[in-house]
């Protein structure tokens, strides 16, 4: 059975940093491209970080550059985003998703984690 879990978010002052941490089950995991997306409440699931199989290509939301960095570790199954200065706006429920992707002759549909809370606050 394909989980993603993820863990590290909590509360934290506007400027400060979390580091919020995506471990996966199944083998498929480092042919699967991995993504960070969140959810702030009354507002629709957005993007916030991609990353390829072999962590060679990132990309960021616009509101996210400069600040967050995504990085994964096909050795460990896990995926990481570090995330600095951040500001109230960032304050959502942070999602692990893996992409959609053929593994050993088996098909794995995207799957998500059941995300972790981040709040900005002082």
């Known amino acids: 059975q394909v989980q993603l879990v993820e863990s590290g978010g909590g509360l934290v002052e506007p400027g400060g940093s979390l580091t919020l941490s995506c471990a996966a089950s199944?083998?498929?995991?480092?042919?699967?491209?991995m993504g960070w997306y969140r959810q702030a409440p009354g507002k629709q699931r957005e993007l916030v970080a991609t990353?390829?199989?072999?962590?060679?290509?990132?990309n960021y939301a616009d509101s996210v550059k400069g600040r967050f960095t995504i990085a994964r570790d096909n050795a460990k199954n896990t995926v990481n985003l570090q995330m600095n200065s951040l500001k109230p706006e960032g304050t959502a429920v942070y999602y692990c998703k893996s992409s959609k992707t053929y593994y050993r002759g088996r098909y794995y549909p995207d799957y998500w984690g059941q995300g972790t809370q981040v709040t900005v606050s002082s």
């Open positions: 199944g083998s498929f995991f480092s042919v699967s491209a």
């Open positions: 990353i390829s199989t072999d962590g060679g290509t990132t």
